[in-house]
C-alpha cells in the first residue's frame, strides 16, 4: 500500500522522484503546495455537495490531501459554524456574571468622578431591583425604592452609607420622597426655574388637580421659583379632622377603604390621629371647585379729566427695556385671545410705576371700559397701557422715566365685581397688542 501511494501521480503532472531529491525542507513544501493545487483542480467540481463526490473516479480519496480538495467548501463551511457558535457560547456566558471592566459608558463616567457619586439621604428603606428584579437590599421600613443596576449582585450586601453607585448599581431616589415627609403624607416642594403644574405633578405621580387644590392655584397660575407648594403624597384632597369624626364616617363620606386610608396617611390605627390632624383623602380624580363667574360692573367714580398727546416728530427711544409696572407680582388674569394684557392684583390699590422710559400719550377716563387710563409712547414702535387706576399722577405730553410712579390701581371703567381692583396692563408693538410676558417677567 505503501508503494502504491509512493507511486501515486497525477494525470499531467511531472513525476516528482522523492528519493532522488536532495531532502531539503523547501522542496518538499513546494511539492506539497503543488500537489495539492493539481488535486483542488482535478476534483473541486465534486464539492459542491458530499455525495457528489461519488461521481469521481475513485469512490474514496486516496490521500489526505485529495480529501481535503474534494470536501473543502463543505470544510469551511463547517469551520465557520463552530466559530460562530463558540463566539455566542463565550458572549452569553460571559454576559451572566458581573466584571468592573465591562461596564457601560456613563456608569464608568460616573464610577470614575467620585463627585458625581453622592452620598443618597435615605431615611427610611431602600428596595433595590437588579436587572432582573431580584430584590438585593432588603430593609424593615419602607419610604423610598427607585433602582436600576447593570447586572446581578450579591443579595447579602447591604451598605449602610448607599451612595449614588453601590458595586456594580446604580441607585437612583424617587423625587417625591424627601427628609420633610411627615407623618400625615405631606411634603414641601420648592420651585425651581422652568418649572410647571404639570411637570411637578408628574414627578411626584399624582394629578395637576391635587397640586392646584391644595395649593389654591389654577392654571393660570405663573410659578415662581423659590416658591413653595404642599405635596399629596397621591392624587386626593386633604381634610383637618374636627370634633366628632371617626373613621366609619370619613370612610362613608369619600366612599374609600379602610386600608387605602390609612396607607396614604402612613399609620397604622386611626386612633393615632388626633383633633386638628391633616389627613389625606385619597381619591381617583379630583375636581376643581367650579367659581363663580362675577358679573361685570362699570364704576365711573373718581374720573379724571380725559387728555391726549402727540408724540413729537423727533421722539426716539434708541433701546426699549422694561420693567414689571407694579409691587403686586399675583396675575389674576393672563393673556390670550379674550384677555390681551394682564390683570395684576392683590385687591390692594397699589402704586403703578412707568415700564420704561416714554412720552405720555394719553392720561385720563376712557369709557370703552379701560376707565382711568395712561397710554405711554416709548419709541421704536412700542406703547405700554395702564388701565382701570383710581388715581393718575400724569398728564398727557409729559415724559416720564422707568420705575416713575404714574398712577394707583384701582376699579374704576369696566372690572370683574365690586372689588375687582386691580392693574390691567398691555404692552402693544406697531398698534398690535402682544403678549406682555415675552417681554418682562413678574
Known sequence: MFKLLRGFHLKGAPILDFQQASGGIRQKLLSKIFRIKQAWNQSSKFTI????????????????????????LELLVLSIASLAI??????????????SSNQSVIFSFIKANPS??????MNAETTTFSGNDQLVSPNPR???????????????????????????????TNPADTENFARHGLTTYQVVSGDTIIGIASSFGISPQTIMMENKIDENTILRPGQELTILPTTGITYTLKTGDTLESILS??????????DANNIELFDDLGIGSIVVIPQNTVNLPVKATPKFVRDSSNQVALKEAQAPADFVNSAVSF?????????????????????????????????????????????NGYGNTIIINHGNGYKTRYAHASALYVTAGEYVT???????QGRTGRVRGVTGIHLHFEIIKNGVQVNPLLYVRP
Not at 49 to 71: C, G, V
Not at 88 to 99: D, T, W
Not at 116 to 121: D, F, K, S, V
Not at 145 to 164: K, M
Open 49 to 72: 455537495h458530499p455525495f457528489k463526490s461519488l461521481h469521481s473516479k475513485h469512490l474514496l480519496p486516496l490521500s489526505l490531501t485529495d480529501y481535503f480538495a474534494r470536501f473543502s
Open 86 to 99: 463558540f463566539i455566542n457560547f463565550f458572549v452569553n456566558n460571559h454576559a451572566i456574571y458581573p466584571s
Open 116 to 121: 458625581l457619586n453622592h452620598t443618597l439621604a
Open 142 to 172: 419602607s419610604l423610598f425604592s427607585v433602582a436600576l443596576a447593570s447586572t446581578q449582585i450579591d443579595n447579602s450586601t447591604y451598605h449602610t452609607d448607599p451612595t449614588t453607585i453601590q458595586d456594580d448599581v446604580i441607585l437612583k
Open 253 to 262: 363620606k369619600y366612599k374609600i377603604s379602610e386600608d387605602d386610608f390609612l
Open 323 to 367: 420693567i414689571w409696572p407694579t409691587n403686586v407680582r399675583s396675575l389674576t388674569q393672563g393673556f390670550h385671545s379674550r384677555h390681551r394684557g394682564l390683570d395684576i392684583s392683590n385687591s390692594k390699590t397699589e402704586s403703578i410705576y412707568a415700564a420704561a422710559d416714554g412720552f405720555v400719550e394719553i392720561s385720563g377716563f376712557q369709557s
Open 402 to 408: 422707568q420705575g416713575q410712579t404714574i398712577a394707583k
